[in-house]
């Protein structure tokens, strides 16, 4: 018996550390995409260049971020305030700090923040308690929060 969940563990560590190099991979290969893509005159396949605020930060996405509510918000005010002149590249109208926060929160979890529209992003990001970089923890609740132990 014993034999066998020593078994089951050395399965459970590889198949762990699997997910944790697919992971890796992944992540490196996104970034080596996106360091190559800030220097390159054209943007790598499946993503586009926007560039942000008054200053013109070029920031790199993905093209399917496009579909997304924050960018469907985004790109109605940029049509509302630079009309359809095109001049070059897609400009979006918002602070760079901002737009950096949503791109974090989308890459870090596509499907839980690709459901937010403008004014749900601008809400939780001037939370004081937001920080893109950490992920938010729930407070531990007992479920039984009356029972006898």
Avoid at 7 to 28: E, F, G, N, P
Avoid at 50 to 75: C, D, H, M, Q
Avoid at 84 to 108: A, Q, T
Wanted: glycine share 6%.
């Amino acid at each position: 018996m014993a034999g066998a969940m020593k078994k089951v563990d050395k399965i459970r560590q590889m198949a762990c550390l699997k997910d944790l190099l697919i992971r890796w991979k992944q992540t490196s290969l996104r970034r080596r995409i996106l360091n190559d893509a800030v220097s390159s005159p054209r943007a790598p396949s499946g993503f586009l260049f926007v560039y942000v605020g008054t200053e013109r930060k070029r920031f790199v996405i993905p093209t399917r971020f496009l579909n997304l509510p924050i960018f469907a918000s985004l790109l109605k005010e940029t049509e509302e305030e630079f009309g359809f002149r095109c001049s070059g590249g897609l400009v979006l109208p918002c602070e760079v700090g901002f737009f950096n926060d949503v791109v974090e929160c989308l890459h870090k979890d596509e499907k839980k923040y690709g459901k937010f529209s403008l004014q749900e992003f601008a809400n939780m990001i001037s939370d004081p308690g937001f920080d893109p970089c950490k992920e938010k923890m729930m407070p531990f609740i007992p479920l039984l929060q009356k029972a006898m132990v």
